[in-house]
């Protein structure tokens, strides 16, 4: 069934393709335009650097009206991500706006992984590494750029 | 804390995460969603509905009985020129809701053609603007096509109305009305089924019409969201000269204000919010503050301010001294937006 939600993702879909921003790729699942499954390359020059992070969006019908739901299926190490990989990011809550593709999420989430908000930790050792001991968090965040190459 | 065993401390953090910034930020939309639904979207002037009616001012005056005096004094004031209150619901989108109500009763009741032809030249213009600003097509060009065939489903009805055939649209067969819309081409997601409920409702009553397309049902969010669009769009087009009056109110860069304050639903509206929205539209906008500020010593006034905007404004050219008379009046009360009707 076509609704305007599955038509605006269509749209959604075929900018991804035809403008894919660098270090993003994502598709919607086979049989099912509502859920997208997701890869964002770790930016060059980082302790991110060549990590492949897995995740998922689920559409809802009141798409774009509001956020869809995002997650790291990937194991993460970051400040603003939660055990479970749900993203605190502003603009998947609070400020979101319909002016928001799937490209400009992903991106987003792309910059965040460089760019945390220690000031809304949902990690908060990664937070506090983050800002006490810089060392020893890209020590971590290397591993799971490794852990990100073997996993399913 | 810092000294705690790894695992000790992280059992502590597990906690922690459980009340995470998301579950703040979901309780308070929660509350605030619950206060909202208090209020219908746009109160119904005709019909007792969640108890908001369009009341005769007096209502308000009741609100305050043991509250400021100032108040009182002003609400008797205002009921020397308004008649009557329309309440619209606290969710943070009250300015443009009311906005969107007020301007469609206006050209319903005014039954200006040429307003209708002007203010889709002037939607026109804001798509062009959008565009000129980097805004992809698609993640705005629905919420414009839907305003449009609203705009032309109005003048539609004024046309109707104006031969007196009132009657005959509620003799117009279903399939005669698909023929029409379809011709009209409508947006992507608008149902034939929506507008066909419409025009039912409007033979009722103008305002049911109204009503009806803000209702959240129909697409109450998409005509909000449209408004944020244009006002965004015009906010960034004349960023040098909104630029002041962002930095007045927060200190971020008009970019940024556009982003966090604009587009996303849900932000309150300011003086900013509704120049940008006037000025992109050309709607004329009467905002009469009910505050506690007693301005002067020759005692208590209410305060108004009118949004003239810039643009071409249709009775412009028949006299310069010729005093514009705003479409649309507003009532402020700090954080919140409702229409107000003059006798």
Redesign the interface.
Known sequence: MS??AR??LM??FK?LQQDPPAGISGAPQDNNIMLWNAVIFGPDDTPWDGGTFKLTLQFME?Y??KPPTVRFVSRMFHPNI??DG?I?L?IL?????????VAAILTSIQSLLCDPNPN??????AARMFSENKREYNRRVREIVEQSWTAD | MQNHEESGASCEFEDWGNFGDEDIMNQQSEIRAEEAQKVPFVADKFQKRCGAVPEPLSALASEYQSGSPILLEKIKMLGEQYAAIRRTRGDGNCFFRSFMFSYLEYILESQDRAEVDRVKANVEECRKTLQSLGYADFTFEDFFALIVVTIIFSKFVIDLSLASELAFLGSYSLGSWKAFFKEMNPPLGVEISQYLTMVSEFINLNASFCIHILSPDTFGWSVVMFFRFVASGEIRKRSEFFEPFVLGLTNATVEQFCKSSVEPMGEESDHVHITALSDALSVPIRVVYLDRSSCDTAGVSVNHHDFIPSGNLPKAASGSTEVISPFITLLYRPGHYDILYPK
């Open positions: 609704t305007p038509k605006r749209r959604d900018r009141d774009p009206n939660y055990a749900s605190c502003d809550q609070n400020q979101w706006s319909p002016i928001y593709d809304s930790p949902a990690n908060s050792e």
